[in-house]
């Protein structure tokens, strides 16, 4: 049984810079591959960047280059980096588990002016 819980998130103007984190708790072994995702209003929830138990990262064309996951195993942590933030990438994150099929609450990241 793992649970996930996102935070850091919140309001920030356009250019600025917000760290996400996912913490995993429970019974588990191991959380593996770790994704995050977000969802505007309005819209569908849709994959972001994506991180394999080993390392490897994947991103979306729309966060490429801009956005960076990384995971601390010890801590049962991932991470979002998230730079050079654009009023279009306001949304709800959440961090997933797919392995397990488990979803965080979700945080909020407002991107305004």
């Known amino acids: 049984q793992v649970q996930l819980m996102e935070s850091g998130g919140g309001l920030v103007q356009p250019g600025g810079s917000l760290r996400l984190s996912c913490a995993a708790s429970g019974r588990f072994f191991s959380i593996r591959g770790m994704g995050w995702y977000r969802q505007a209003a309005g819209k569908e929830r849709d994959v972001i960047a994506y991180?394999?138990?080993?390392?490897?990262?994947n991103y979306s064309d729309s966060v490429k280059g801009r956005f960076t996951i990384s995971r601390d195993n010890a801590k049962n942590t991932v991470y979002l980096q998230m730079n050079s933030l654009k009023p279009e990438d306001t949304a709800v994150y959440y961090c997933?588990?797919?392995?397990?099929?488990?979803w965080g609450q979700g945080t909020q990241v407002t991107v305004s002016s």
């Open positions: 991180i394999t138990r080993d390392g490897v990262v």
């Open positions: 997933h588990s797919d392995y397990y099929n488990v």
